[in-house]
């Protein structure tokens, strides 16, 4: 749908049932206002502004502290990119059909952001998630290998794997690392550079008339008015929207370091070391790309985290865990130094599921939120489900039952 489809079913949505949702679902931006105003431009608005603006809509992106700010989720030098998420198959498939959309936008960037590559999962045990990931793996055809111990010592001599039974083996076709604030960045001057608006406001819902806001207020007390309102606020969601986030949506702080790989020695780095999860100790990391081998031993979060407040200061109790857990699973960067540290947050929502609907008071507003711990990796999908969703165009009803606002509080 290009801009004039969507402008003439904006004006004719009142009388007509043409949109996803009858009466008002849209309106059509007054004289001056941008068709959509998106606010957040981390992984979730940063895509949909791009994605909306290559529909031919005039769209505003709006960030309180800039995209890919340190305070943002989506801002960690890298992310990950794969299939392999034990029994969320749903996710397993966006995440295949996530990646060639990767591929494009790279290329279209000009700026190398996807550096593909294995993913092992070590385990002791066909736990219920490993064997639900491997039916997935196998009903979808994605390749993966499964190597017993004395397999994994000759293909990742630099690993110790005493107590390891065997690796599940994601490979290169659907596991990546993605330098996720350089595409973040790029993403936003690519949105740019085709028309797209960039402003740096702190923005909430301001003025509305019944069921359609009119306006956003911003932090210095101007008003910004649009046909469509796109919220993409990630763990901000709760102090943006209270009344339909703060019962969905909880926040939790997550830690990860990098530790300096030994001189002249690239064993531990991409694309020799492999991202990898430890079913067994715990925790996940990724081979070095510049900065160090990666380790988070804090894959469970659990202490609540303000992101415009908090300070991002590592935890002494995580930072021994991690130390012993690389002297253990890496003997060669025994004792390495911490060279880089970073505190991060997710969001978690019920079922570890996005929210990705229509807001329930507003006819012209939308919430895109809930990447949790993984939602970096389908950026560029989302970007169009998103676009789709907010034009109108048919998505698959499932999908959007999965991320509807209304599935409870957690
Ligand atoms: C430690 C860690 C590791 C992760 N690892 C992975 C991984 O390997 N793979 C993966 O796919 N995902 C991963 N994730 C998850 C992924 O990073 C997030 O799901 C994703 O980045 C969320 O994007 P977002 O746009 O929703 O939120 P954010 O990136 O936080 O963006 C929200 C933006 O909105 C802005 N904002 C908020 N409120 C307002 C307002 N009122 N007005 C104006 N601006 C506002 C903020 O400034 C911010 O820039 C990880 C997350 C963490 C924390």
Redesign the pocket.
């Known amino acids: 749908m290009d801009r004039r489809d969507f402008l003439a079913l904006s004006a004719a949505a009142g009388s007509a049932n043409l949109l996803a949702r009858p009466a008002a679902a849209a309106v059509q931006a007054a004289g001056g206002a941008p068709d959509i105003a998106v606010?957040?431009?981390?992984?979730?608005?940063?895509w949909a502004a791009l994605c909306l603006r290559e529909r031919g809509l005039s769209v505003l992106s709006?960030?309180?502290?800039?995209?890919?700010?340190p305070?943002?989720?989506?801002?960690?030098e890298?992310?990950?990119?794969r299939s392999g998420y034990g029994a969320m198959a749903f996710y397993s498939e966006w995440a295949a059909q996530a990646m060639p959309l990767w591929e494009r936008r790279q290329a279209e960037f000009k700026r190398t952001i996807l550096y593909p590559n294995e993913r092992l999962e070590m385990a002791q045990v066909w736990n219920p998630a490993l064997l639900s990931q491997r039916a997935t793996f196998d009903r979808l055809k994605l390749p993966y290998e499964l190597l017993d111990r004395e397999a994994l010592r000759k293909r990742y001599p630099q690993m110790n794997f005493d107590d390891v039974e065997f690796g599940f083996v994601e490979t290169a076709k659907t596991a990546a690392v993605i330098k996720?604030r350089e595409a973040?960045i790029r993403a936003s001057e690519v949105f740019q550079d085709k028309g797209g608006r960039f402003q740096i406001?702190?923005?909430?819902p301001g003025e509305a008339r019944g069921r359609t806001l009119l306006t956003l207020k911003l932090n210095d007390g101007s008003a910004v008015s649009a046909g469509q309102f796109v919220f993409?606020?990630?763990?901000?969601?709760p102090?943006?929207l209270p009344t339909i986030m703060k019962p969905l949506i909880h926040i939790v702080r997550?830690?990860?370091y990098y530790w300096g790989v030994p001189a002249g020695d690239d064993r531990f780095s991409w694309p020799h070391q492999p991202a990898w999860h430890d079913h067994i100790d715990g925790g996940y990391g990724f081979g070095s790309i510049e900065r160090g081998l990666k380790y988070?031993p804090d894959d469970n979060g659990e202490v609540y985290h303000d992101?415009d407040n908090a300070e991002r200061l590592p935890t002494p109790y995580l930072i021994e865990k991690g130390r012993l857990y690389v002297n253990k699973r890496f003997p060669g960067m025994r004792d390495a130094p911490i060279v880089e540290t970073?505190v991060?947050?997710?969001?978690i929502a019920p079922k570890e599921d996005f929210i990705i609907d229509r807001h329930p008071d507003y006819d012209n507003v939308w919430i895109?939120?809930g990447?949790?711990?993984?939602?970096?990796?389908?950026g560029p999908l989302l970007g169009d489900y998103i676009a789709d969703r907010v034009t109108g165009r048919a998505t698959n009803p499932a999908i959007d039952q999965r991320f509807s606002v209304k599935r409870g509080s957690i």
Not at 39 to 46: L, Q, S
Not at 71 to 76: K, W
């Open positions: 606010v957040g431009a981390g992984a979730f608005g940063g709006l960030d309180e502290y800039g995209p890919s700010n305070r943002a989720s989506s801002a960690g890298t992310r990950s990119i996720a973040m406001a702190r923005a909430v993409s606020c990630g763990p901000w969601s102090k943006t997550s830690e990860y988070s992101p970073r991060c947050q997710w969001e895109a939120s990447g949790g711990s993984h939602g970096f990796k389908f």
